[in-house]
């Protein structure tokens, strides 16, 4: 059954530094691309990042550039998010998802999602 668990979510400082990870199964994730979301409280969900299955990354969000990095192992079959320079905007829960495709195209469709991981940033 195809599975996706982020985890590596918490409390941290304005300035600091959290890594996401997100952890496939049930599916070959060399095939796919892997997309990064969040969604704050009372606002909609937000792209963050998407990694093609060829390894080549996009930022979503002109908030997140230079500040955020993707990357995937394929061999441990996760995608990791690595966040750097974390500011209170950040806050939100992070998902990550997948769509039927291996390319990070503007129009992709993500269909299978993952049940999130909380990032807190605050003083």
């Known amino acids: 059954q195809l599975q996706l668990v982020e985890s590596g979510g918490g409390l941290v400082q304005p300035g600091g530094s959290l890594r996401l990870s997100c952890a496939a199964s049930g599916f070959t994730l060399d095939y796919y691309a892997i997309g990064w979301f969040r969604q704050a409280p009372g606002k909609e969900r937000e792209g963050v990042s998407c990694i093609s299955s060829s390894g080549g990354s996009t930022n979503l969000a002109d908030s997140v550039k230079g500040r955020f990095t993707i990357s995937r192992d394929n061999a441990k079959n996760t995608v990791y998010l690595q966040m750097n320079n974390l500011k209170p905007e950040d806050t939100a829960i992070y998902y990550c998802?997948?769509?039927?495709?291996?390319?990070?195209?503007?129009?992709?469709?993500?269909?299978?999602w993952g049940q999130g991981t909380q990032v807190t940033v605050s003083s």
């Open positions: 998802a997948r769509p039927n495709t291996p390319r990070c195209d503007r129009s992709n469709l993500y269909y299978y």
